[in-house]
C-alpha cells in the first residue's frame, strides 16, 4: 500500500475534481476561515442554520486532494443535520484520524467519511483532512477563524 | 582535486538506504543536506575521546578542545574569506545570524526616520527579524521588487537607495525560486549610498564559492546542515570594524572581560556574541565539514549542480501541465513548480510513494508565493551528490501524478 492507494482512492478524486457545495454563500447565519499555516491551505466555511438545523453549506478556499476532498464530503455529510449531530460527525471523524476510533468495531454514523481513515497513517497531512471540520465547528462556535497551529 | 558526484555520494551513508521500499532519492537539500561518513565520524570520535568544554579548563582535554574549537573559526575565516578569524561568530544557524546583526547592529544604530531595504524574495528569516527591529526603532521597512522572472529590479533598487537606508539585506540565492542575486553589485551600491549590507548565504554558500570581501558584504550569515555539515551550527561573519561598535545580543558565561555588579565590561568579537557553553561538538563537526568541502574541486561541483539543474528543468518543461516558478536568467540550486491538476502537497505525497522526497509548501517565504499568485510550490532542490538517476526518477514521478489526478 502506498499514497496512491490510501489517500488517493476514486472518491477522494473525484471530490477534488469536482467539489460539491463549493461556492460562497451570499447570506449565511455562520461563516469561518480555517488556515493551516504551515502549507498556506485556506478553507472558508458558510453555513445557513435555522433553529436547530444546518439548511445549507458550502465551502471556498484552495488545498490540497485531501482538504479540498474532506472539506467537499463534510459539506454533503452534515447538510440537513442538526447542530448536535454534526458535533458528533465532527468529534468522531477527529478520533478517526487521531486513530482514537476504530471505526470497524465501534459504531459511529461517519458513513463514507471512513475513507479518511488512511489518512491517519500519514501524520503531515492528518491537518489537511480536519481543516474543514474544525472550521465548521469554529463556525458553530461563532469563532473569528480558527487555524491547525 | 577532483569531482566526481557517484564517488561522494558513496560517502553519505543515509542516501544508500531505501524509503518506502525505493531507492531514496534526496532532492530536498534546499531545507537541509545529508553527512558525510567524515562529518558523522568526526562527531563520533569528539563525544566519544576527546569531548570536554571550551574556554575554561585548564585540564588537558579542555585545552585540546579549546585549540580544536578555535581551529574551527580559523577554517571557517578562510572558507568564508574573512580578514580573519575574530570575524567568524559561531551561531545556530542563517536564522540566528541574522536576528544577531538586526538585534545588535539594527537595535544600536537605529533611528526613526530610517529605512531597511530588504528584497521581495528573502525567507522569512530576513524579513521578520528586520520587521521587529522596525518596531522597536521606528524605522521603515521597504521591499526591493522582482519581475516576473523572479530577477531583482536593479533600478529600482538604485532608487529606493536614499540617504535614509541604513540597512540593505538580500538572499544571495533565493530558496523559494534559485534565483541568484547580483550581490556583489548589491554591496557596492549599498556601500555607496552609506548602508551596511547583510547578505543571507544560506542558500549560497552551499552551492558557490565564497569570498565575502570580493562579495564586498559587511554581514554574512549560512548554516552548517545546508552544507554538509552538523544542525544546529552556522556562521556569521561580520566586518570587525562593525562587530567591534556592536553591543551583546545575549548575556552570560563567556561573553565577558569582567563582571561586577556595578558594570560588566565585555568580551571582544567575537566571543562578546557567544554566550553560554556553546555547540561545542556541532562546531568540531563543521570543521571536518569544511575540510571535505576543501577536499574536492568546488568549482567543478557547481558546474555539475548547474547542469542536473539545467536538465531538471528542460525535462519538467516536457512535464504535461507543469509550470516552473521562477525563470531567472542565472540560477542555481533549486527549482520551484506547481502542476494544474495537482496541488504540491499531493505532488510531494506521490512522489514520496515513489521514494523521492521533495518541498512542498510556502518554502517561509510566503510573498513569494504572492507574488507569483500561488498558494504553494513543489520544489526539487540539489546537491553534489545528486545525478541525473534522480531526475530521471523525480519526472517518473510526476508522471505518476499526472496519471492519478488527471
Known amino acids: 500500500m502506498g499514497a496512491s492507494d490510501d489517500l488517493y482512492q476514486q472518491v477522494i478524486l473525484d471530490h477534488n475534481r469536482r467539489p460539491r457545495n463549493f461556492r460562497p454563500m451570499a447570506t449565511p447565519t455562520h461563516v469561518c476561515p480555517g488556515r493551516n499555516p504551515l502549507c498556506g491551505d485556506h478553507v472558508n466555511i458558510y453555513l445557513e442554520v435555522r433553529g436547530e438545523r444546518i439548511e445549507d453549506v458550502s465551502f471556498e478556499g484552495s488545498g490540497c486532494a485531501i482538504s479540498k476532498a474532506s472539506s467537499s464530503m463534510m459539506t454533503e455529510a452534515v447538510k440537513g443535520k442538526t447542530v448536535a449531530e454534526a458535533r458528533q460527525l465532527f468529534s468522531e471523524f477527529r478520533a478517526m484520524l487521531m486513530g482514537e476510533l476504530d471505526t470497524g468495531r465501534v459504531p459511529h454514523g461517519l458513513g463514507k467519511l471512513t475513507i479518511f481513515k488512511g489518512v491517519r497513517e500519514y501524520s503531515s497531512r492528518i491537518k489537511c483532512a480536519g481543516l474543514a471540520w474544525h472550521a465548521l465547528v469554529g463556525a458553530l462556535d461563532s469563532q473569528k477563524q480558527i487555524s491547525t497551529e | 582535486m577532483s569531482f566526481d558526484a557517484l564517488t561522494l555520494r558513496q560517502r553519505f551513508p543515509v542516501l544508500s538506504r531505501r524509503v518506502r521500499g525505493k531507492e531514496f532519492v534526496y532532492l530536498d537539500n534546499a531545507a537541509t543536506t545529508h553527512k558525510p561518513d567524515v562529518v558523522i565520524e568526526a562527531l563520533r570520535r569528539f563525544y566519544a575521546e576527546e569531548y570536554a568544554t571550551v574556554h575554561r579548563g585548564v585540564y588537558f582535554l579542555s585545552e585540546q578542545a579549546t585549540h580544536a574549537y578555535e581551529q574551527v573559526r580559523v577554517k571557517a575565516a578562510r572558507f568564508l574569506g574573512a580578514a580573519r578569524p575574530e570575524e567568524i561568530v559561531f551561531v545556530r544557524g542563517t536564522t540566528e545570524a541574522l536576528n544577531l546583526v538586526a538585534y545588535s547592529w539594527g537595535g544600536t544604530f537605529l533611528k526613526r526616520g530610517d529605512t ?112 554538509y555539515g552538523p544542525s544546529g551550527i552556522g556562521l556569521l561573519y561580520g566586518r570587525h570594524e562593525l562587530l567591534e561598535k556592536m553591543p551583546p545580543w545575549q548575556g552570560g558565561g563567556d561573553m565577558i572581560d569582567s563582571v561586577r555588579f556595578e558594570k560588566t565590561e565585555y568580551a571582544a568579537p567575537p566571543r562578546r556574541f557567544e554566550a553560554g557553553t556553546p555547540a561545542i561538538a556541532p562546531v568540531i563537526g563543521l570543521g571536518a565539514t569544511l575540510d571535505f568541502l576543501a577536499s574536492f574541486d568546488r568549482v ?107
Open chain 2, 116 to 227: 531597511v531595504l530588504v528584497s521581495a524574495m528573502e525567507h522569512h528569516s530576513n524579513i521578520v527579524p528586520w520587521q521587529l527591529v522596525c518596531e522597536r526603532s521606528g524605522a521603515r521597512l521597504e521591499v526591493i521588487p522582482m519581475s516576473d522572472r523572479g530577477e531583482l529590479m536593479m533600478e529600482e533598487f538604485e532608487r529606493q537607495l536614499t540617504s535614509s537606508v541604513k540597512i540593505v539585506a538580500v538572499t544571495q540565492l533565493s530558496n523559494a525560486l534559485g534565483t541568484l542575486n547580483p550581490v556583489r553589485e548589491i554591496c557596492a551600491l549599498a556601500r555607496r549610498a552609506g548602508a551596511v549590507s547583510v547578505v543571507d548565504g544560506a542558500q549560497g554558500a552551499p552551492h558557490l564559492a565564497v569570498d565575502v570581501r570580493e562579495m564586498g558584504c559587511d554581514f554574512y550569515a549560512c548554516s552548517g546542515h545546508k552544507m
Open chain 2, 300 to 406: 567543478a561541483a557547481e558546474a555539475h549542480e548547474r547542469q542536473l539543474l539545467e536538465e531538471t528543468e528542460k525535462r519538467l518543461r516536457a512535464v504535461q501541465g507543469l509550470r516552473i516558478i521562477g525563470t531567472a536568467r542565472r540560477k542555481a540550486g533549486a527549482v520551484s513548480f506547481v502542476m494544474e491538476n495537482a496541488h504540491p502537497h499531493d505532488i510531494a505525497a506521490v512522489a514520496d510513494e515513489e521514494g523521492v522526497a521533495l518541498r512542498a509548501g510556502h518554502h517561509c517565504a510566503q510573498p513569494v508565493m504572492a507574488r507569483f499568485g500561488v498558494p504553494a510550490t513543489a520544489r526539487a532542490s540539489f546537491a553534489i551528490y545528486n545525478t541525473v538517476a534522480d531526475v530521471e526518477a523525480l519526472v517518473a514521478a510526476l508522471h505518476k501524478v499526472n496519471r492519478i489526478f488527471s
